[in-house]
């Protein structure tokens, strides 16, 4: 199954050319022609460059060759170049894939959406060509660390807004994974509840008071609440990390 396409005036030349790109050697994929190029008549004239593509052998193509041409050709039909820089093994016998590309605000998009329909597309083709399923993250630039440590400042922050005015608060609509980042956050406080809302993939997590073995000075009537004694806490909970501008974590084990 194609994984890979390449312009070239020549057969040979488009072969190294695919092999230049997923790092491999030629024994471990196949070369089909789509439409041959023209060199024009008689060798005078305007050449044409063909169109070839680069199959990979179930069996025989490495899984990083495969991951490698898979991404480059889905983001290449997006308009955006892109390097696989690495591949490590992460919890749960995932396999995390960092990205590195000159456009990579746009291939994060909008809370990472864009990354994450980038992810789940490349799992399918993959298991599609393989037969088997793979759990492939992406990431790039370092995107996921940062979205993850800006999810927990806003959980923080978030909970002690709560606490303070009894208040509950509805955070913007998460991914299981994000949502999980946010329990967890909060999870060690026993003045603090969060509980997930909503149908499908994406729900919302409500953070509010437990009063109950709340101390004295706390109980709701207690103290007077104003601008001044609760201060400026910042909840921003659709603002990503500066340079990141577009994330789904797919993983129904946290869909809670």
């Not at 040979?12 to 439409?35: C, F, P, S, W």
């Not at 399918?124 to 037969?131: C, F, M, Q, S, Y």
Request: overall charge negative; charged content about 30%.
């Amino acid at each position: 199954m194609q994984i890979l396409e390449v312009q070239a005036l020549a057969d040979k030349e488009a072969l190294d050319e695919g092999l230049r790109i997923l790092g491999t050697d030629a024994e471990n994929v196949e070369l089909n022609v789509l439409k041959k190029g023209s060199s024009g008549f008689l060798g005078l004239g305007q050449k044409t460059a063909g169109i070839y593509k680069i199959n990979a052998i179930r069996g025989k193509t490495p899984l990083a060759v495969i991951i490698r041409g898979v991404i480059t050709t889905l983001l290449g039909h997006m308009g955006y170049s892109v390097t696989v820089k690495d591949y490590r093994n992460v919890e749960e016998g995932k396999l995390m894939v960092d990205l590195e590309s000159e456009f990579a605000g746009y291939i994060i998009g909008k809370h990472g959406r864009t990354l994450e329909a980038l992810q789940f597309m490349t799992n399918l083709i993959v298991e599609k060509i393989t037969g088997e399923q793979p759990k492939i993250l992406l990431d790039i630039e370092n995107y996921r660390e940062r979205r993850a440590q800006h999810l927990m400042e806003i959980a923080k922050k978030t909970g002690d807004y709560v606490l303070k005015t009894g208040k509950s608060r509805l955070l913007d609509p998460l991914n299981p994974y994000e949502r999980r980042l946010v329990h967890m956050a909060l999870q060690d406080n026993e003045h603090i509840k969060t509980e997930s809302e909503g149908n499908g993939v994406y729900k919302r997590v409500r953070v509010f008071r437990v009063t109950q073995n709340l101390p004295q000075d706390q109980q709701p009537g207690n103290t007077e609440i104003t601008d001044e004694n609760i201060g400026n806490i910042a909840f921003e909970a659709g603002h990503d990390p500066e340079g990141a501008e577009d994330i789904e974590f797919k993983d129904e084990n946290f869909n809670r």
